[in-house]
């Protein structure tokens, strides 16, 4: 199986502040990497796909990259709205995998 | 608008079944794949089983596999998961999740709202 190590797993920061999240895969996986955004209490919700692509509707502030074995997610500006936990997800082979989350909080 | 509403959870003894279902709605629910995932209480996402869009390929997590059945009825928009030989283990928010193609790829979007399940004596 696939590991995906995602860090931090925890993270305050400031509103208007740029935040960063990383995930390793245990091996290439090429872009077949997703981010998730999960608010307290709800389901998942799809980002950015192909580890750089923005879903529709998604703000412009997220954004990711990376292939390979190393990827970023970033948000730029954060928004009290975007307190959640992120994750990533890996779909180059079964079975899927994800990262452990990264829990973000407003300072 | 593409909805997923799941069903079916509750408190089951260990070594009891439960059914969970996911009523689709607002897409041509026989022409994508769809999977369960589930959340045990506050720790991550895990991948549990995944079905094509005609239902003749299924895939399962080796911690499922032999005990969990997915299944789907195209006629109903219903998409299924038969749950064997629970362990407490198994005690999670399990939620269902669209798949953009006829396969199972993991790129989930959307997802339903999740059923509690307990495996608790």
């Known amino acids: 199986d696939i590991q995906m190590t995602q860090s931090p797993s925890s993270l305050s920061a400031s509103v208007g502040e740029r935040v960063t999240i990383t995930c390793q895969a245990s091996q290439d996986i090429s872009n077949f990497l997703n981010w998730y955004q999960q608010k307290p209490g709800k389901a998942p919700k799809l980002l950015i796909y192909d580890a750089s692509n923005l879903e529709p509707g998604v703000p412009s502030r997220f954004s990711g990259s990376g292939s390979g074995t190393h990827f970023t997610f970033t948000i730029s500006s954060l928004q009290p709205e975007d307190i959640a936990t992120y994750f990533c997800?890996?779909?180059?082979?079964?079975?899927?995998?994800f990262g452990q989350g990264t829990r973000l909080e407003i300072k | 608008e593409v909805q997923l509403v799941d069903s079916g959870g509750g408190l089951v003894q260990p070594g009891g079944s439960l059914r969970l279902s996911c009523a689709a709605s607002?897409?041509?629910?026989?022409?994508?794949?769809m999977s369960w995932v589930r959340q045990a209480p506050g720790k991550g996402l895990e991948w549990v089983s995944g079905i094509s869009d005609s239902g003749d390929d299924t895939s399962y997590a080796d911690s499922v596999k032999g005990r969990f059945t997915i299944s789907r009825d195209n006629s109903k928009n219903t998409l299924y998961l038969q749950m064997n030989s629970l362990r407490a283990e198994d005690t999670a928010v399990y939620y269902c999740a669209k798949d953009v193609t006829t396969v199972t790829t993991g790129w989930f979007d959307p997802w339903g709202q999740g059923t509690l399940v307990t495996v608790s004596s």
């Open positions: 997800q890996q779909y180059e082979n079964l079975p899927l995998t």
């Open positions: 607002g897409f041509t629910f026989s022409t994508y794949a």
